[in-house]
């Protein structure tokens, strides 16, 4: 079913064109311009130690996602995944450690914006969108491109804009629903809405905070194709608790607990390991 | 044989299709009208008093000081209807514009001299702030500059450190206080709690005549106009539905790549500025400003504009804001003691009742 990891994948992303869904997904844009990834790490955590008020959320925490990778993140509640994503985004400051990304950009000492302006896009574990908005204003106001005040005052869509709208209106299959407000929409809609800005956002590196929750078995499905096709061009790192989805998307699994990594490995690795079975699985 | 009194669904839909296509042509067509009343106002208030259609000049004054609190609604409407700040203070940024002008009209008065108010104090010069104020000019720079530059100072500082929500709110009214505070003591030189009135010129033109209040109240329409022009304008702008976004999920906006600091303090501060001009109208017209204008309860007044009209709507605050003052002028005539009961109730009847206010009423009439 699944398909077994290849360790050469992290270091050397290959990138095969072939397939129109690539270019629906925009992965025939160039995805890694600007950012240095010499050395095919494109996330790169050492010894993160996040703690609040006195609770060790993240404990000299170590993790490395390649270039083109598609890295499930599991483990049990309060083990600190969402703490990991705060790190990564900006939204949280470590107390130590290191974290870049790519080889050059410090994300310690960057802002949410510019941390998200390099990159980095983010799907939160409740679905946010712009409620007030309609599907294709959410769409448009995540695209890539200028955001300061000024370039917005004067914003006009280009053909080319549109187009790019209407193709991941496609992708996320929202077409019909293109001038309904976001707020109106299905959990499961807002769910697809929100990976859609994503795309449209363009980011190397997306961080999926449990995406298939309250999803139906054929939009969980979907979304596995989705995010399938997404890797390679973008690195995405998916939290997830629900073990069939990690099963069919992930080349590679992390299992957090305690704010540090327990283990590592492919899935039927990670799931044989007695100390993940002792802490996670409650057996 | 007989049609179904009940809307089936198919003339449901051409109902609504119908009121849809009408709503916008009803509102346009009231619109104009509305326009029209107000372009005759001025006009004839210009007719000699003995003719029975001459709009007197305490209705002229009446009216153009509705626009003026037309203009701070939606002012106040652009930051906290759309992007979702609620200023409790936007009564300081009116006021400064105000006092900015009243020093003009001061020093017009009092010609060489001193104005009136520090010869009482025996005051033997003018304190820095006022060189200049002799020039109209220099006067309409300040206008805008003293409001302007206060709330680039403060959004700025409390955009940066993330402040929102109700302390956002708080710290506008405390402001504001603070200001009234300030203006009230004779030591500040803004003629302490009388503040400046007894105004007879402006431009060297005599302030109480026809004419100058016909050109005032003209020049209230046309910012009225301007501020709505821009207000529907900036709405229709990528940069409105940023605003949208920022008041829904600021999170999200700032993981799509937006900073929202710039976009907040690039409303607030226009905000600040149109209130700032429609004070700078409101006291040649009004005759008078002193530091109650800055007192936390017109703020507030004018949140009740806007909350009444209908938020995030370009003509819900002017509903607002005509409808509550010429309730106000009504009740002050003929129950003053009860305005602020019938005030009172009123707001909680709309946050309960309204809560998209007059507009939210009528468009779902509409439907």
Known sequence: MRATPTPDLMLEPAFDPAGSARDAIGASQAAVQGLNVRHGTILTLEDINVSFD???????LNLYIGVGELRCIIGPNGAGKTTLMDVITGKTRPDSGVAYFGETLDLTQMSEVEIAQSGIGRKFQ???????LTVFENLELAQKTNKSVWASLRATLSSAQKERIDEVLHTIKLEAARNRQAGLLSHGQK?????????????QLLLLDEPVAGMTDAETEFTAELFKSLARRHSLMVVEHDMGFVGSIADHVTVLHQGSVLAEGALEEVQTNERVIEVYLGR | MTMPLNPTPLNKTLLARASARLGPQLSLGLGLIALAVLLALPLLHLLPADNSWQVSAYTLTLVGKILCYAIVALALDLVWGYAGLLSLGHGLFFALGGYAMGM???????????PAFMQFLSWSQLPWYWSGTQSFLWTLCLVVLAPGLLALVFGFFAFRSRIKGVYFSIMTQALTFAAMLLFFRNETGFGGNNGFTDFKRILGFDI????????????????LLGSLYLGWKLARSKFGRVLTALRDAENRLM?????PRGYKLFIWVLSAVLCGLAGALYVPQVGII????????????????????????LIGPLLGAGLVNGMKSWFTVAFPEYWLFALGLLFILVTLLLPAGVIGLLKRKAQ
């Open chain 1, 191 to 203: 769910q697809f809405l929100e990976i859609g800005m994503l795309l449209m956002q363009d980011p």
């Open chain 2, 290 to 313: 002193n530091p109650s204008e800055m007192s936390p309860t017109n703020s507030i007044e004018a949140a009740i504009w806007v909350a009444l009209g209908g938020r995030g709507t």
């Open chain 2, 208 to 223: 109480t005549a026809q004419g100058t209040r016909a050109v005032l109240f003209l020049a209230t329409v046309t910012l």
């Open chain 1, 54 to 60: 006195g609770f060790k959320a993240l404990n000299n």
């Open chain 2, 104 to 114: 003009y009209l001061m020093r017009q008065s009092a010609g060489e001299g001193l």
């Open chain 1, 126 to 132: 409740k679905p946010t969108v712009f409620e007030a």
């Open chain 2, 255 to 259: 993981f799509c790549g937006y900073d």
